[in-house]
């Protein structure tokens, strides 16, 4: 026989386990209260072995034990697993004469045990944990008296009170544990916010910004140090919403708008503004702020800061100063090179028309550097926009009528151009213009042109179309260079399309540019974003 | 019309080049200047008609005050001529208006005419290309 519980069992073996581990005694130490058990089970059924014994998955392990000087032994050898089969408790007056021991090295070896007597330990709801037994190696064939078999029955419902007390003490003590490390918890997150928030009034102290916060209506509450520093109030002073007082009058109004925008929406909050320092000057400081929000997406707390950019917007000033002087001195260059240029040509009389023709070129050039080089508000060439259309109207103003209205109408869409596109912009319509006012409608009094700009989804057209003028017969035979400078500036540098329709009641010119090709940075700039 | 014209300009090259354009139209160039301190001494020796004024001259953009400072208190016609117009763009008291740089003969020669029929009190009908006025 190798397996001694092989026979089907009226419980479930893993919850008889977990009820077991349940007492939490397995491998505590010995314990008085169970000692004296066995010892007293011992002397009233007079024999040499008595234990308690808890059957665990693959051993039997002993709570208590006299005779045996083991804690455990392994499960096959057990008599008690035997025992769990029988609702009250087993007898084998002699384990020789027992078909169930056969085999067992315990009986047939050392230390030869031959009688048995054990008692269930049941839980309340009773599932066997283990026996109260006691062994002899000799044989008892009238088995136990009925005061012995009363007293391992009484003394087993006592081992098994022992338990449910232990369980009930540690069940409670458990509890309590859970309660203290529960209390322990809260205290621990109380600390910890205490400690977060010291740590937040350090962090926000030691920052070289300005750190406030508000309540979700925008009520200041907290300002850090720097603040106080900064504006030298006194603490407190600029709770609520005093703050509005700090900043420089011409600003009150807008920096509450935008605060009052981010409090109504919850956008961040981002503007500069002029903030009063404790010397009595206004500093240009950099306002931002964020919303903090709960799972729900409730706003519960505005974090702010203030960060000084006065040395920032000093620089970037002087940065802008340096821009326009160098802008200046390029423009300043145009000058000089067209002045030498007529200079030269005072020597030459026969290169009047060369030099005249190549000045013009270049104060093209330069008007259009005008319009994109670095401005301030007060260099900018004219009021408004530098777009395509007040280029090109500067541009033609030249050509205007004896009264002064322009001949060359520009109408359509309007558009911006970059230092890139300056030139053969510029090139383009200068050599349109002069061609128009030697050979074609502007050349005739009452000729004029209507230049139509459009943008048609990725493309830019331009439309030049000269009316009034001397009637062509037909395309010139020899392109001149002014035409070469007008197609290469279309072809070669703004990668578009250039061409001439040469209509008998005018020149037509159709410019087809990609949308992108006057500002080509910008549109690099919106790739990459 | 021959007019007496100061020219106010720190670049040698534009100034002679001037200088060349104006005399070709007939006028008389009292002298050229570089800074405002000897286009005042140059005003205050000489009958001035028309002053053409560059506003960043040698000693700094001391040009805009210069104009004022001829036009309020010496009789002098002024017309600026910058690389700059938007300096200027808010008016200059006493100046008729801005000649925008690099220009041309033609332009000059339009320009000088309409500043110099503005101060004989002749009639004018409209500014010449180029030439933005001060209101």
Known sequence: MTDPIAEPARWDESERLAALRDYGILDTAREAAFDDVVALIARICETPIAVVNLIDSGRQW??????????????????????????????????????RFDGNPLVHEAPGLRFYAGRLLKTPSGLPLGTLCVLDTQPRPEGLTELQETALKTLAGQVMSQMELR???????????????????????????????????????????????????????????????????????????GWNDMFHPDDQQRAWARWSRSLETGEPYEI??????????????????????????????????????????RLEQGRELVSQELSHRIKNIFAVVTALVALSARQYPEAR???SSLRTRIAA????????????????????????????????????????????????????????????????????????????????????????????????????????????????????????????????????????EWAADGLRIVVDLPATALSRRRAAERDRL | MTARILIIEDEALVAMELRFVLED????????????????????????????????????????????????????????????????????????GVLSKPTDEQAVQTAVDYALRRRTGQPVQYAPPGLQLFA
């Open chain 2, 25 to 96: 139209l007939g006028h008389k160039v009292v002298g050229v200047a570089s800074t405002s301190k000897s286009a005042q001494n140059l005003a205050r020796e000489n009958e001035v008609d028309l002053a053409l004024v560059d506003i960043h001259l040698s000693d700094g953009p001391t040009g805009i005050s210069l104009g004022r400072e001829l036009g309020q208190e010496m009789g002098v016609t002024v017309l600026f001529m910058t690389a700059n117009p938007g300096m200027v763009r808010d008016g200059v008291a006493g100046a008729i």
């Open chain 1, 272 to 313: 500069e503004y002029r903030l009063k320092h404790h010397s009595g000057v206004y500093r240009w400081t950099l306002g931002r702020a964020v919303a903090i929000r709960n799972e729900d997406g409730e706003i519960t707390r505005w974090f702010g800061t203030c960060t000084d950019i006065d040395e920032l917007k």
């Open chain 1, 62 to 99: 002993f709570k208590a034990e006299v005779g045996l000087g083991v804690r455990e032994t392994p499960l096959a050898t057990s008599f008690c697993a035997h025992a769990l089969l029988n609702e009250d408790g087993l007898v084998v007056p002699d384990a020789t004469k027992d078909a």
């Open chain 1, 167 to 241: 369980r009930a003490l540690r069940q409670r003590d458990e509890g309590r544990d859970a309660l203290e490390r529960a209390l322990e918890a809260s205290d621990d997150v109380a600390a910890r916010l205490r400690a977060s928030e010291a740590q937040f009034r350090v962090l926000a102290d030691a920052m070289p910004q300005m750190v406030w916060s508000t309540r979700p209506d925008g009520f200041h509450d907290y300002y850090n140090a720097r603040w106080y520093e900064f504006t030298g109030v006194p603490a407190g002073s600029t709770d609520g919403e």
């Open chain 1, 353 to 355: 028309a060369f030099a």
């Open chain 1, 365 to 500: 050039l330069a008007r259009a550097h005008e319009f994109v080089r670095p401005h301030t508000e007060a260099s900018q060439p004219t009021v408004g926009a530098t777009t395509l259309h007040t280029f090109l109207a500067d541009l033609f103003r030249a050509y205007s009528d004896d009264t002064g209205a322009p001949r060359v109408h520009i109408s359509g869409d309007d558009a911006v151009f970059d230092d890139q596109a300056a030139t053969s912009v510029a090139l383009l319509f200068h050599e349109l213009a002069t061609n128009a006012a030697k050979y074609g409608a502007l050349a005739a009094t009452a000729g004029r042109v209507e230049l139509i700009t459009r943008r048609d989804e990725d493309r830019f057209v331009l439309t030049w179309t000269e009316i009034g003028g001397p009637k062509i017969e037909g395309p010139p035979e020899r392109q001149g260079f002014g035409s070469s400078l007008a197609s290469l500036s279309v072809e070669g540098q703004l990668g578009g399309r250039l061409q001439r």
